[in-house]
């Protein structure tokens, strides 16, 4: 099973959106999780070209 990132996002997203509905303290370290790995996602197919 290919897993690229235009599938993965959503998941995430959805993952994010159940543990802050369970555990709303979490949702200042899971926005931060997800912007950091969204950002280097971005970012890693540039650096090496």
Known sequence: MHVNIIMLQP???LLF???I???PRLLNY???I???LVGLA???PHMFT
């Open 17 to 19: 959106g159940i543990l």
């Open 11 to 13: 998941l995430v997203a």
């Open 30 to 32: 899971l926005i931060a």
């Open 21 to 23: 509905l369970i555990l």
């Open 42 to 44: 971005g970012l890693f």
């Open 34 to 36: 997800y912007l950091i």
